[in-house]
């Protein structure tokens, strides 16, 4: 359970953390369905899985204590007796697994009728209503200032934050007993409860010659996973650039930027002001791109970061323009970037491709404060190379990824929902669950990263958010991550349900809770 207020400012539309402190006002929750991590390529202490039997209960004696047979059982199908508190000790929790295939079915397909819906509600004329902002174009206005625009603004950010929880430490394994990864907090994972500066920065950004040219440029530091990882600061760099870009507006129906930018992603991870304080797991671990040397397959090799996070932003030149067709505007977006993120030191394996579109429909009203419904869709496609396998060996692995998502804002009520799949390159979490680099209860075993260079998965989310006061919003959430599906030994699923609000004490400060 994680109890948090954020107070957020955006001078000229701009976002502007000013505090983020705990208080009991909201609360969200997150309920992990059978996480396991122990990758299947690491030597295992512990008998093939084929001589034990779902559904069946598992003796103490037919194991030796590893914990792969509570871990591995990914739809609890078994769970820990936790009256015996035996790591091989299982007992049944449903009666057929044939049940394991078919709820991550249920939940795309779910999130695509609400797709459908959604398109079905374009049909219907409706009339805006007044209110705070409702959807926005957010690539256009990452890239293009406005109209009447200065050559010249600023802006400076800073938040400060405290977050908490039980510290429950892993139940089972070979590392029990031992913190759990998912109960510490990022990038430091020192502690159950942190109070940080998670970023400060400055942005400037203007309009210049008559609007033919507009550039944008940000500066970060703060502890925070663009910075530093569990061990220090990247390169002993305590600030880093986030943006640099120009962008020509001199073409007919395109326009070309150029430099380190935002990546042409879906509406979570495209958008600066996230609507609740922790985003989903799937745009978490699968669209946030983190950057390994090895699989982590060797044991011994905590297999840290490389460097910083992606941050939703690349390197690169993309071509872009926005036009409308009666009540509706489409953009479009053609990226070619390095894949590396905000770091052109990383390793860099080709050139990466982004496409991007969506066509909204506007219920009357026009600018940045809008009501209206938008259907989109992107996707990235690169190559990156990885050590894999007991001897090393460096390959190369396609990385996909592609979304499929909507919108709606029509008066005090938003709707907003997207289904992401990813192909190759899955981030597969830490060994065991605990914290990289630590050792194992019978010192054998040394923590690291997994990566499933082959791996599939696919995620989405549904939020639903509603005003009863003009200045008040509050929010649901549900998140579902079904990762690296292609096998079941790997397969592990993450749900969320998230509760927030946003209160809005005036034009330039808002209260976030979640």
């Known amino acids: 359970m994680r109890e948090l207020i954020q107070v957020i400012a955006w001078p000229s539309d701009m976002m502007l953390t000013v505090a983020e402190c705990f208080f009991p006002l909201g609360f969200f929750v997150r309920y992990v369905n059978g996480v396991s991590d122990l990758p299947l390529a690491k030597p295992r202490n512990g008998g093939p899985d084929e001589d034990i039997q779902m559904n069946q209960i598992t003796p103490s004696d037919a194991s030796v204590g590893c914990g792969a047979w509570v871990t591995g059982c990914r739809r609890l199908v078994c769970r820990l007796d936790r009256a015996v508190r035996n790591p091989a000790s299982c007992l049944p929790f449903r009666q057929d697994p044939v049940i394991c295939g078919l709820r991550g079915r249920a939940t795309s397909a779910c999130l695509i009728l609400l797709c459908l819906l959604m398109l079905g509600y374009a049909a219907a004329p409706v009339k805006a209503a007044d209110g705070q902002a409702k959807t926005q174009n957010w690539l256009m206005m990452d890239a293009v200032e406005p109209e009447g625009a200065p050559k010249f603004s600023a802006t400076v950010s800073a938040s400060l934050e405290y977050q908490t929880t039980q510290d429950t430490p892993l139940l089972a394994g070979p590392w029990s007993g031992q913190p ?20 400060a920065g400055v942005a ?44 020509v507006n001199a073409f007919p129906q395109g326009r070309l930027r150029l430099g380190l930018f935002r990546q042409p992603l879906g509406d979570e991870a495209a958008s600066p002001r996230q609507r609740f304080i922790w985003r989903t797991h799937v745009t978490q671990q699968m669209v946030q791109e983190r950057y390994f040397r090895s699989d982590g397959s060797v044991n011994g090799d905590p297999n840290l970061d490389l460097g910083p996070v992606s941050g939703f932003r690349d390197i690169g030149v993309q071509l872009f323009d926005a036009f409308q067709t009666g009540a509706w505007e ?44 938008k259907l989109y869709a992107w996707g990235q496609f690169g190559t990156r190379s990885l050590q894999v396998g007991p001897s090393q060996i460096t390959q190369e692995f396609d990385r996909r990824r592609a979304g499929i998502g909507a919108s709606l804002r029509n008066g005090r009520w938003s709707l907003s929902s997207e289904w992401i799949v990813a192909r190759g390159m899955i981030y597969h979490g830490p060994d065991g669950g605990t914290i990289p680099g630590r050792l194992s209860n019978d010192g054998t075993l040394v923590a690291g990263y997994n990566v499933l260079p082959d791996s599939e998965s696919d995620g989405g989310y549904v939020d639903l958010g509603y005003r009863p006061i003009e200045p008040l919003e509050l929010m ?19 749900q969320g349900l998230s509760l927030g609000g946003i209160y809005r004490i005036t034009p330039a400060l808002q209260v976030m809770a979640g």
């Open 180 to 199: 759990d990864q998912f109960n510490r907090f990022a990038p430091r994972y020192g502690d159950g409860a942190v109070l940080r500066i998670p970023q």
């Open 476 to 494: 649901i959430r549900y998140d579902v991550l079904n990762r690296g599906t292609d096998d079941p030994n790997t397969t592990v699923r993450f």
């Open 204 to 247: 400037v950004h203007g309009r210049l010659m008559d609007g033919a040219l507009n550039y944008r440029a940000a500066l970060l530091a703060g502890d925070n996973q663009l910075l530093r990882n569990e061990r220090g600061y990247y390169d002993d760099l305590y600030i880093r650039p986030i943006d640099a870009s120009v962008t």
């Open 330 to 373: 489409h953009t479009y977006a053609l990226m070619l970037g390095l894949g590396t993120g905000i770091d052109p030191t990383l390793p860099q394996t080709g050139i990466d491709t982004y496409l991007y579109w969506s066509s909204e429909r506007i219920f009357g009203r026009t600018g940045r404060n809008r009501d209206g419904l």
